[in-house]
């Protein structure tokens, strides 16, 4: 298998990264991460991608002239994906259209409901039966992209935020790296 050369933006706990670091390292799994991005100088996940030995970088994603170091960056690697993992800042529209169809993000709901911040408790005060994650491609609008991938969840009576919470992630670093093998046949990728 030829491994796809990827990289993924963070800006928090990086406990997705870690599941798509330990699964690139298997033969039959589509990716190679090459680079790590971080947009939190102290994020967690900055650990994590060096306990990997993946080379690591932190930009504001506040101006252009970042835009075109972090596109040289992209391109010196031949970066043919970029995963979105709690990446908490809005990528430009140039930037977007510059890779487009190659971005995708993993978002804490099953879209297109609750999109945006505090899922958890959207889904709660909307007394839905169901919640889950949904991996997405990125475009220029919040959360909004064509589905990949989605897993559902029921929401018991019990249920709070921690608890959807704890469950919808451990869905996420499953089906995160299923949508990535899905789309790796896909004549885009
Ligand atoms: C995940 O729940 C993801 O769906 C959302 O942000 C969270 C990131 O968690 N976009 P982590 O940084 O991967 O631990």
Avoid: W
């Amino acid at each position: 298998m030829v491994k796809k050369n990827s990289c993924v933006f963070i800006s928090g706990n990086g406990t997705n990264l870690k599941a798509l670091l330990k699964n690139s390292k298997e033969y039959n799994f589509p990716i190679k991460i090459k680079l790590v991005i971080s947009s939190n100088k102290k994020a967690k996940g900055i650990r994590i991608s060096r306990m990997y030995c993946t080379d690591t970088q932190v930009y504001n994603f506040n101006n252009k002239l970042e835009n075109e170091i972090i596109l040289n960056e992209l391109k010196k690697r031949k970066i043919k994906l970029i995963c979105l993992a709690g990446f908490m800042k809005i990528l430009s529209s140039d930037f977007i259209k510059r890779f487009k169809g190659k971005i995708i993000n993993i978002h804490p709901s099953l879209l297109p409901k609750h999109k945006g911040l505090n899922t958890f408790e959207k889904s709660l005060k909307a007394k839905d039966k169901l919640t889950g994650c949904t991996v997405h491609y990125v475009d220029e609008q919040l959360d909004s992209g064509k589905t990949i991938l989605q897993s559902k969840i029921s929401i018991k009576k019990n249920d709070d935020i921690n608890s959807l919470k704890f469950k919808v992630q451990k869905e996420e670093y499953i089906t995160y790296s299923k949508a990535i093998i899905k789309i790796y046949n896909s004549i885009n990728f």
